[in-house]
């Protein structure tokens, strides 16, 4: 395809194949696939990236499951207290 005029509707062929001369003194380099390394290192980073996004959220997350382990133990000591003979009548003693 030579450099002359195109009209409206013609087809100026492929990309990068416009009519133009071709490009001088551009050098493109390329690289096998199996020459190249696309999860080096992942595994050394996700420890260490997963060790500090853990520990800056530990305060967020490990205070409010102290909580919750504490009320729950407190609740089922208390359930089983409440359910057990000495329970029983503490809490029910005018119910005769």
């Given at each position: 395809?030579?450099?002359?005029?195109?009209?409206?509707?013609?087809?100026?062929?492929?990309?990068?194949?416009?009519?133009?001369?071709?490009?001088?003194?551009?050098?493109?380099?390329?690289?096998?696939?199996?020459?190249?390394?696309?999860?080096?290192?992942?595994?050394?980073?996700?420890?260490?990236?997963?060790?500090?996004?853990?520990?800056?959220q530990a305060l967020y997350?490990?205070?409010?499951?102290?909580?919750?382990?504490?009320?729950?133990?407190?609740?089922?000591?208390?359930?089983?207290?409440?359910?057990?003979?000495?329970?029983?009548?503490?809490?029910?003693?005018?119910?005769?």
């Amino acid at each position: 395809m030579g450099g002359g005029a195109r009209l409206p509707g013609q087809y100026l062929g492929g990309w990068g194949d416009l009519g133009s001369q071709p490009q001088k003194g551009v050098t493109s380099y390329a690289l096998s696939a199996n020459r190249q390394r696309p999860l080096a290192g992942t595994l050394r980073a996700a420890v260490f990236n997963t060790y500090r996004r853990s520990k800056g959220q530990a305060l967020y997350v490990v205070p409010p499951l102290i909580a919750a382990y504490l009320i729950m133990s407190w609740g089922t000591e208390r359930n089983e207290y409440l359910n057990s003979k000495a329970g029983r009548l503490e809490e029910g003693a005018g119910e005769e």
